[in-house]
């Protein structure tokens, strides 16, 4: 026999608030946009007494139109890859492919604004307004999503000067960051250990 369960008797936006945030620990992310969305959803409350199919759907609507909202582009995507093409450097596909493929800061208007450079059909990114931009804090952000622009920018900019390192050189450099993001790649640990 299936266990009955009673309705949370809190507001739709209390319960979907303490989930969100439960998320955002699990995930170890920022939770200032999820408490932005539960803000949204507290201002439907009121509504979902009398209308909850309708309010619900419009609050799904609502979380749609946020996550568009931090979806890069399309148009500048294109316009940087074929600055990347353009520019036939492998860091610096590294680097924007980073960016493009994670999604947050190209997703910022303020960031796109004072690091990228537009001109008709490409685009670059100025990895040194890139830095100042992550180091002004103007951009809310997580540790993690720091440390993907950080990444991108030691790349983009060529910190590490894969460009001119042997075979070993880079070898070992993979090597490195493999190990370093072991856990990541195999959670369960059951693959292969770089470690020892």
Excluded: K
Excluded at 141 to 160: C, K, M, P, W, Y
């Amino acid at each position: 026999m299936a266990e009955r369960t009673t309705p949370d008797p809190r507001p739709f936006a209390a319960v979907a608030t303490a989930h969100l945030m439960l998320l955002a620990q699990a995930a170890r992310m920022d939770d200032r946009p999820l408490l932005r969305i539960s803000g949204l959803l507290g201002h439907l409350d009121a509504e979902l007494s009398r209308r909850p199919a309708e309010e619900i759907t419009r609050a799904r609507d609502l979380l749609r139109q946020e996550e568009d909202r931090r979806a890069p582009d399309p148009e500048l995507i294109a316009e940087l890859r074929a600055g990347v093409t353009r520019e036939g450097r492998p860091h610096l596909a590294a680097a924007v492919n980073l960016l493009i493929e994670d999604g947050f800061w190209l997703a910022h208007e303020e960031f796109v604004a004072a690091c990228v450079f537009r001109a008709d059909g490409y685009a670059v990114i100025n990895w040194d307004a890139a830095r100042l931009a992550l180091n002004g804090g103007s951009i809310p952000h997580s540790t993690a999503q720091r440390g993907v622009l950080d990444a991108a920018i030691a790349l983009g900019g060529n910190e590490f000067h894969l460009d001119l390192m042997d075979d070993r050189q880079r070898s070992v450099l993979l090597l490195a960051f493999t190990t370093a993001l072991e856990p990541a790649l195999d959670p369960r640990g059951s693959g292969p250990s770089f470690t020892g």
